[in-house]
């Protein structure tokens, strides 16, 4: 797993971070969606940006641009996480499969529909 500095990020950001030292996750404090993904508002609603997802700004200002049409996968399964080194990228169809395959298996192994 890649090590990433997380001094590296401005003071406004890492404010809203708490740093869990066991699971290496990068919590976020700050508003999430009610699917409990953190988000920053951007004021930018007259642009059709209204927010953005803060482990996709977090990736993208410490390990560069996220490919189009790209999700990031969480492998540690902390939607709070925004440790760029927990993020995984591929394609949305990948993410999509990987996600089906999880359900598939949980339902399988706890017999629950």
Request: proline share 3%; with cysteine; glycine share 10%.
């Amino acid at each position: 797993m890649q090590e990433v500095d997380i001094s590296r990020l401005p003071d406004e950001l890492r404010a809203q971070l708490a740093e869990d030292y066991q699971s290496g996750c990068w919590k976020w404090l700050g508003k999430r969606t009610k699917t409990g993904y953190g988000y920053i508002g951007l004021g930018l609603k007259h642009f059709g940006i209204a927010e953005i997802h803060a482990h996709r700004l977090i990736y993208r200002l410490l390990m560069g641009a996220i490919e189009h049409n790209h999700a990031l996968h969480h492998w540690c399964h902390n939607k709070r996480c925004c440790n760029p080194a927990h993020l995984l990228p591929m394609t949305n169809g990948e993410h999509s499969r990987w996600h089906g395959e999880r359900i598939r298996r949980i339902k399988e192994t706890y017999g629950r529909d």
